[in-house]
């Protein structure tokens, strides 16, 4: 049940005082699809029914759930609004226009952000197409017609031809380029031999037919303007479906069986859309015994366990589900292998105001991700915040024990506006600015966000920053605030530490710990760091307060990475104090004089605090956000100043907590500060000038205690890994809880088993499935295209803008092909010397190594 335009949250606390409740009636939308009155089968209609199930409890289970696929099942009378359709807070439109919202290019990087490519942008652009999103139809086939060249959009048919039949249905077609589309379409066909007909790709000499890209092709060639008075674009239709019944089995399917075989399921769906959009029976392409795609797709698509084609995955069902409906009669057109659009996690800047203008939390930054529980929603900002909520069916009734009484309650709106929905339905950007309040004036608009920071972007504080370090820790932002067990040990860390604060502890020279680790109970998983890695980079600190010496102040970056703590008297007499972050490949911080000593890597940038060379009476509190990747010890970092008189680093008495990511340090002048960290390494006998090329990953990632050797002194570089031993090492490198809770999905892993726990936590978030009778083989060695497939779930890669020119292409089976693409447009892959790529070659465990780093190193 959902409330449309209007503001629940306001009018809730309104209508509570004003008794006009009963003026407002909940409008239900049905959200189940209609039964097909037409002279289709009853078993057509039902198997309709079956896919959109299958593909409902996917989307229930946490899967993300394509642009194609909500074409489809919009197609298929589905509201996708509805309850029905509703995963952790966001309905699957949501996610989809969410998605779709954060699009600003194709195929770019911008910073740290990758713009989606051809494919992914045409599948979202189908589902807006069926939802009449005029403007976002619009947005992304500007973008599209933006990109179109007398090349295609990528010239690839792998994701050209799926564009230009989204254009075609979104009725925007017309606005390309008509020659060039016809010419590029055209050419991409073979004219010879076996494969004349076919569309495909062209490798060196060799040409590689796609059945898939065909059938899309003969659509796409239909949508051009005056194709159906065209000879040359019904020629080359003749041609290509001559070209697909080849393919036609005993059973009646279509589908490539050599060298490799297709998904039969999809090959034949995709024929019968073909066959309908041309206007053509599918029933009628009969084969010798009598069997036509449509006898096939009714008698054999669907299996037992209510899935669709041997893939068994949302794809083969939402293809089952498009054959469907046109055999229902209810056209449609459309189909290929889609690629999953990644919703990423977003950073989303909130503020909670409470009674009397307290404030309950922030100006503060948090991490959303689509599957939280409300999604990507203002209401999910707030339960980001770990502040104590009570809701109604996603209306807030208290917050932080503060409750809604008569006209007064909780409020919020979205970059300065109040929105006319509730917070759970309201979607949320990456860097939208999120206030909730409590009002007491259901007229106002409540705070701004500028009133919460001063004019110069520093957190607002107390006049009088306290003496005591909790006190001082309290006036922070949220996200620097440190434990209590890491502000207790910052009170006595020269004492636990053995040093002194005035000593000097150049980098270089160091033989102890310079820290003091607290809070490593808590464990951030790869994906956690990397977000947050990302939010770091995407700031840049620059900040500035006038502090006046008998009062002290709290001096923070309003994304909460750096925070200065000056106490009342601390400083001599009055002075602006300044922040401002320098990258540590600038000013000659990475190389020369200014470099860290060699074995030590940086974990921050390095702030400047300003001015230089001021000193205290008492000591400040200087708190920097850290994101250390794996390979980091926490017990191996340094906080650091750079002594210009002598030109050394110099490390400072500092407190690592771990559980919050920041470091602390007391200091009584103003310097460059950073924090480095030494590497861990380990040597291994065995790793010798053959193994070069990851000799320096296997050390690290031993001495990080990632990858083990086979005893103390040997790595067995050579030796091949296999699939336990894999996941194993995946699951450590993203930092993974394994325990073991009952036993795992497959029959040949026993619970009792070194690798058990790793194999069920990374099969339950789907990155493994094994094999069609429910094993896992662990003791097989693992294949490279297999590494890839994983690879690819497990870290949520985008297609690859472009297929690579590998010699033993054909080699690569058509189940991996797009995995190994993603992986080695990511750089976890790569081919070797020859040309390359040995998809079917065991994976050695120097090769596992070089791919973990990787992992653990990119952005």
């Not at 029914?49 to 909500?70: L, M, W």
Request: aromatic share 8%; hydrophobic share 40%; net charge negative.
């Amino acid at each position: 049940m959902t409330f449309k335009r209007i503001n629940r949250q306001l009018i809730s606390i309104i209508l509570a005082t004003c008794l006009l409740i009963s003026i407002f009636v909940p409008f239900i939308v049905a959200g189940k699809a209609q039964a097909a009155e037409n002279p289709a089968t009853l078993a057509s209609t039902e198997l309709a029914d079956k896919a959109v199930r299958f593909i409902n409890d996917k989307f229930k289970a946490g899967e993300n759930i394509d642009g194609y696929a909500a074409y489809v099942l919009t197609a298929a009378g589905e509201d996708l609004t509805s309850t029905e359709w509703v995963y952790q807070g966001a309905t699957l439109k949501q996610k989809i226009i969410a998605s779709v919202d954060a699009i600003r290019d194709i195929g770019t990087v911008s910073g740290d952000v990758y713009y989606p490519n051809t494919k992914t942008v045409a599948l979202d652009l189908l589902a807006l197409s069926k939802w009449q999103e005029t403007d976002r139809i619009n947005k992304l086939a500007d973008l599209l017609i933006k990109k179109h060249t007398d090349k295609g959009f990528e010239n690839s048919v792998y994701s050209d031809m799926w564009a230009y039949i989204a254009l075609g249905e979104a009725g925007k077609i017309g606005d390309l380029d008509a020659a060039k589309a016809k010419s590029y379409i055209l050419g991409k066909q073979s004219k010879t031999g076996d494969v004349a007909g076919a569309w495909g790709e062209t490798w060196g000499d060799a040409f590689f037919p796609d059945f898939l890209s065909t059938a899309q092709a003969i659509r796409a060639l239909t949508y051009l303007p005056g194709a159906d008075s065209d000879s040359e674009i019904k020629s080359a239709i003749d041609n290509g479906l001559a070209y697909l019944k080849k393919f036609q089995q005993s059973d009646g399917s279509i589908y490539v069986t050599a060298p490799w075989p297709d998904d039969p399921v999809v090959d034949t769906s995709e024929v019968i859309i073909t066959l309908k959009k041309l206007g053509q029976d599918p029933a009628s392409w009969k084969n010798s015994q009598g069997l036509s795609p449509v006898d096939y797709m009714l008698k054999n698509a669907l299996n037992v366990d209510g899935s669709f084609g041997p893939m068994k995955n949302v794809f083969g069902a939402a293809e089952a589900l498009s054959a469907f409906l046109v055999i229902d009669g209810e056209g449609g057109s459309g189909g290929t292998t889609p690629s999953v659009p990644v919703l990423q996690e977003i950073n989303v800047d909130i503020a909670v105001v409470g009674k009397d203008g307290d404030l309950l939390f922030g100006p503060d930054t948090v991490i959303l991700s689509p599957d939280d529980r409300w999604g990507l929603t203002a209401l999910g900002a707030l339960d980001a915040t770990g502040l104590d909520y009570v809701d109604d069916d996603g209306f807030v009734k208290s917050v932080e024990g503060q409750a809604n009484s008569g006209m007064n309650g909780w409020m919020y709106k979205v970059n300065g506006r109040v929105p006319k929905v509730l917070a759970s339905e309201k979607a949320v950007e990456d860097g939208d600015e999120v206030i909730w309040w409590y009002s007491t004036d259901y007229s106002s608009s409540g705070p701004t966000w500028g009133s919460l920071l001063d004019k110069n972007g520093a957190v607002l504080s107390q006049d009088s920053v306290p003496q005591d370090l909790k006190e001082q820790n309290n006036s922070l932002p949220t996200s620097l605030q440190a434990s209590g067990e890491a502000l207790d040990v910052l009170g006595d860390i020269q004492r636990k530490l053995g040093i002194k604060q005035d000593d000097n502890l150049p980098l270089a020279e160091i033989r102890n710990k310079t820290v003091v680790v607290v809070g490593r109970d808590k464990s951030w998983t790869l994906d956690e760091i990397k977000v947050l890695k990302k939010q770091l980079k995407d700031n840049s600190v620059n900040v500035s307060k006038d502090v006046a010496s008998d009062k002290g102040a709290i001096i923070a970056d309003e994304k909460g990475e750096v925070a200065l703590a000056v106490p009342e008297g601390a400083l001599k007499k009055d002075v602006k104090i300044t922040v401002k972050e320098t990258g540590f490949n600038s000013q000659g911080y990475s190389s020369g004089a200014k470099a860290l000593p060699q074995g030590f890597l940086p974990v921050t940038d390095v702030y400047s605090f300003g001015p230089d060379g001021t000193t205290f009476n008492t000591p400040v509190t200087v708190t920097l956000k850290i994101a250390p990747t794996p390979l980091i010890n926490p017990d191996n970092i340094s906080m650091v100043w750079f002594d210009e008189k002598n030109g050394k680093w110099v490390a400072v008495p500092a407190v690592v907590d771990v559980s919050n990511n920041i470091v602390i340090a007391r200091v009584k002048h103003f310097s460059d500060f950073a924090v480095a960290a030494k590497e861990s390494r380990k040597d291994f006998a065995d790793i010798d000038d053959s193994h070069a090329w990851a000799k320096d990953n296997i050390e690290l990632l031993a001495g990080a205690g990632i990858l083990n050797g086979i005893d103390g002194t040997h790595f067995e570089p050579q030796r091949a890994v296999t699939r336990a031993e894999f996941v194993s090492m995946l699951a450590r490198a993203l930092n993974l809880d394994t325990k073991i809770a009952g036993n795992t999905v497959f029959k040949d892993v026993k619970a009792d088993v070194w690798y058990a726990g790793a194999i069920q936590t990374v099969s339950g978030k789907n990155i493994i499935t094994g094999y069609e009778d429910g094993t896992f083989r662990p003791n097989n060695t693992i294949t490279r295209q297999e590494m890839a497939v994983i690879l690819t779930r497990a870290l949520k890669l985008l297609p690859a803008d472009k297929a690579y020119d590998f010699k033993d292409l054909n080699k690569i089976s058509s189940w991996s092909k797009d995995s190994v693409y993603s992986a080695v447009s990511y750089g976890l892959l790569k081919g070797f010397q020859d040309g390359t790529f040995k998809p079917a070659d065991a994976a050695s465990r120097a090769q596992c190594a070089v791919i973990i780093y990787r992992i653990l190193t990119s952005d």
